[in-house]
């Protein structure tokens, strides 16, 4: 029986449509043998998560959660009347000194869980009424995230799903996803690598993030929105502006608009506040308004404009 209060949409999730036809299975096994040598993610450990060797992440065989409930301060798309079903999966495979969840992602706050409960809790959200479900750093879980899918779907989930994540992807592994997640919203964090490297601790960031925008383009497109005003599918990118330009939002909003696409849903962010190691100038001190204001000009004069919450 259906219980859940959102009826007669059109919209049919990727992941349905997978599991109907018996693809989504060949996929759950193709990302758990992954597991055995890991390179789910950009890191490349090559350690055997299924015998409980971690490597970045320090994640193992199973999924591992902090939390999970509707958010409401998400993107207006996602949010809706009901919010965006949430789960704050632990750890991450950025190493941000400035996490405004270091909690979570740095010192691994949650527990493990086994993959039926992780279908349990999309199940919880989804029966919350949540408008989608959606997955915050799942990089390093994308494995266990699909191998709980089943147990969902067989329980009546029928919402898009969110690839939340930092960035820093690993190009087979979105591939191995194609139809998987309906809706990616990836950080595109910065304009040089050197800054990357040294704010993130991630090699290569620049270049990673920018490959993996293009196969999330390639995948689902532009940002598309039900008659409700709820995103259904695309891609949604978010750029937090730092102090002094730190994160080159010129170079990163002129790549956005000449190589994915110039209806790129963008979320510029003002929210950055100096959190966990962030104690030398200038990432000490939070944006000021005139900084804010040049970032939204920049997006413009690049070409973006669908930006989030701004109107034109």
């Known amino acids: 029986m259906d219980t859940s209060p959102q ?17 989504l299975a060949g996929r759950i096994e193709a990302a758990r043998e992954i597991l055995t040598d890991c ?18 992440c320090q994640v193992g065989a199973l999924p591992m959660v902090s939390s999970y409930g509707p958010h409401f301060g998400e993107e207006r798309p996602l949010v809706g009347r009901h919010g965006s079903g949430t789960i704050f999966l632990s750890y991450c495979n950025l190493k941000c000194i400035f996490c405004q969840n270091y909690d979570i992602s740095h010192l691994g ?6 993959v039926e409960e992780l279908g349990e809790m999309m199940l919880s959200l989804w029966r919350q009424g949540c408008h989608n479900i959606n997955f ?15 147990h969902a779907i067989e329980g009546g989930l029928d919402v898009p799903l969110i690839y939340n994540c930092g960035g820093y992807e690993e190009l087979a592994t979105l591939r191995l996803l194609d139809g998987i997640f309906d809706i990616y919203m990836p950080d595109f ?23 993996a925008l293009k196969e999330m383009q390639r995948q689902m497109g532009d940002l598309v929105m039900d008659e409700r005003g709820i995103a259904v599918r695309g891609i949604l990118v978010r750029h937090l ?20 696409s110039p209806d790129t849903y963008v979320n ?19 944006i000021t308004p005139a900084e804010f204001k040049e970032a939204v000009t920049i997006a413009r004069e690049e070409g973006i404009h669908r930006l989030d919450g701004i109107s034109a």
């Open 7 to 23: 009826k007669e949409r059109s919209f049919e999730p990727g992941y349905l449509r997978l599991h109907k036809s018996g693809e």
């Open 39 to 56: 390179t789910l993610c950009p890191w490349h450990c090559h350690v055997n998560r299924l015998e409980g060797e971690k490597g970045v």
């Open 109 to 114: 706050e949650g527990r493990e869980v086994a």
């Open 136 to 150: 915050v750093t799942p990089s390093h879980q994308a494995a266990q995230i699909i191998a709980a899918l089943p």
């Open 189 to 211: 964090k910065y304009g040089d690598s050197e800054t990357a490297l040294r704010l993130s601790g991630t090699p290569h960031y620049v270049e990673t993030a920018r490959e």
């Open 241 to 260: 502006v730092l102090p002094a330009g730190l994160a080159g939002t010129r170079e990163v909003m002129g790549f956005i608009a000449r190589e994915i």
């Open 268 to 286: 510029l962010m003002d929210q950055y506040r100096p959190c966990f190691q962030a104690s030398d100038p200038p990432m000490n001190r939070r």
